[in-house]
């Protein structure tokens, strides 16, 4: 059974950083990009980040480049987000997920955690 | 940059049909996915490419895109459909990942 698992979230205050694991379980982890997706609030899904499956490539969301950073341990089958410079806008549910690529070439969402809550307050 | 819009919300009682539309300007040349999300769970995939239809979910959820707009339709809306529904997709380039506002659909 396909499982993914974040962890690591908690109160932060601003300006300060976090570091954002997911556990992935039931598929061959290095064969799949992976994405984390955030949402505030009672608000709306936000794409953060996306990293191929080797980890060569890395992409980031107009709002959190140059302050997130995407990684990942295909030995360990986990992906990581480090957080830095965090802001009260930073405050949402963070999920992990599986990306898949499309006929046409796109990214999708294919599978998702449960999302771990990062909240940035002081 | 881009955008995808949803209306806020879309209400039906239970058997009739449900439309959840999203428009934007690169749908023409970009497929549209189309994500549930019951209260406090996470997003499911619904609808992929358009009009494929994931493994597990009912037949009455359906697919379809015309011009710049891409709408979701569920046939028979269930009271367990309730929830909140995001379309997705990215700009020309494929550079820009975005969802739509989200449309809240109500089954009563």
């Known amino acids: 059974e396909v499982q993914i698992l974040e962890s690591g979230g908690g109160l932060v205050q601003p300006g300060g950083s976090l570091r954002l694991s997911c556990a992935a379980s039931g598929f061959t982890f290095g064969s799949y990009a992976m994405a984390w997706v955030r949402q505030a609030p009672g608000k709306g899904l936000e794409w953060v980040s996306a990293?191929?499956?080797?980890?060569?490539?890395?992409y980031y969301g107009d709002s959190v480049k140059g302050r997130f950073t995407i990684s990942r341990d295909n030995s360990k089958d986990t992906l990581y987000l480090q957080m830095t410079s965090l802001r009260a806008d930073d405050t949402a549910t963070y999920y992990c997920?599986?990306?898949?690529?499309?006929?046409?070439?796109?990214?999708?969402?294919?599978?998702w955690g449960r999302g771990t809550l990062v909240t940035v307050s002081s | 940059s881009y955008e995808l819009t949803q209306p806020p919300s879309v209400s039906v009682s239970p058997g009739q049909t449900a439309r959840i539309t999203c428009s934007g300007d690169a749908l023409p040349n970009k497929y549209a996915y189309w994500y549930q999300q019951k209260s406090g769970q996470a997003p499911v995939l619904v609808i992929y490419?358009?009009?494929k239809r994931r493994s597990g979910i009912p037949e009455r959820f359906s697919g379809s895109t015309s011009g710049t707009m891409a709408t979701l339709t569920i046939s028979g809306a269930q009271v367990e459909d309730e929830g909140d529904y995001y379309c997705?997709?990215?700009?020309?380039?494929?550079?820009?990942?975005?969802f739509g506002g989200g449309t809240k659909l109500t089954v009563l």
């Open positions: 997920a599986r990306d898949f690529k499309a006929a046409i070439g796109d990214w999708f969402f294919e599978l």
């Open positions: 490419e358009g009009n």
């Open positions: 990293i191929t499956g080797s980890g060569a490539g890395t």
């Open positions: 997705y997709s990215t700009d020309i380039s494929g550079n820009h990942r975005v």
